[in-house]
């Protein structure tokens, strides 16, 4: 039998192709119990290097963030991304600082004529891989009243129940 010697074309890649991580990294639960949530915005994060290694060990919480609109840009405000401990030592960690978040124009300018106008809030819902990129799930959102959570809850507590009994009536047959 030939052995088939190895060219440019029929060569196997010199290093194996790494995978993107995929998911999502950080959820903001209490913006959706706080807030209806009216549309969505996808926006990239300008990060540091360390900040993006913290977010591949998944480091990173949204619970009290929001977003400042200001000067034509928009800025992630509260957002906490705890440094690694084995980051380079020469940089200063601020877990809190603020970050840019990389809108088109034509979506900052919805945003800010509604936050403006309309009295809407801009909340920060989520932070998720896309391919090798962090990305921002923001939202224009109306604040809840106190009235509206409590419904919220009644409803899904009946929901629950009516699933209950449901799952219980196929057993008994």
Not at 78 to 86: F, V
Not at 88 to 100: C, E, F, N
Not at 155 to 161: C, G, P, S, V
């Amino acid at each position: 039998m030939a052995q088939a010697w190895a060219t440019p074309y029929n060569a196997r890649p010199m290093a194996k192709q790494k995978k993107h991580p995929q998911g999502t990294i950080a959820l903001n639960k209490k913006a959706l119990h706080d807030y209806f949530v009216e549309q969505k915005f996808e926006a990239g994060v300008a990060l540091a290097g360390w900040e993006v290694k913290s977010l591949r060990a998944g480091k990173a919480q949204l619970v009290d963030s929001y977003v400042l609109l200001k000067d034509d840009e928009a800025w992630l405000m509260g957002a906490h991304i705890t440094p690694l401990k084995t980051a380079s030592t020469h940089v200063i960690a601020d877990p809190i600082r603020t970050r840019k978040l990389l809108l088109h124009k034509r979506e900052l300018d919805k945003l800010f004529g509604a936050v403006q106008q309309k009295g809407y809030t801009c909340v920060a819902l989520s932070l998720y891989w896309k391919q090798h990129l962090v990305k921002c799930e923001i939202a224009l959102a109306k604040g809840k009243k106190d009235f509206d959570k409590r419904h919220v809850e009644k409803e899904r507590d009946a929901n629950r129940e009516v699933q209950r009994a449901m799952r219980s009536k196929g057993k008994d047959d």
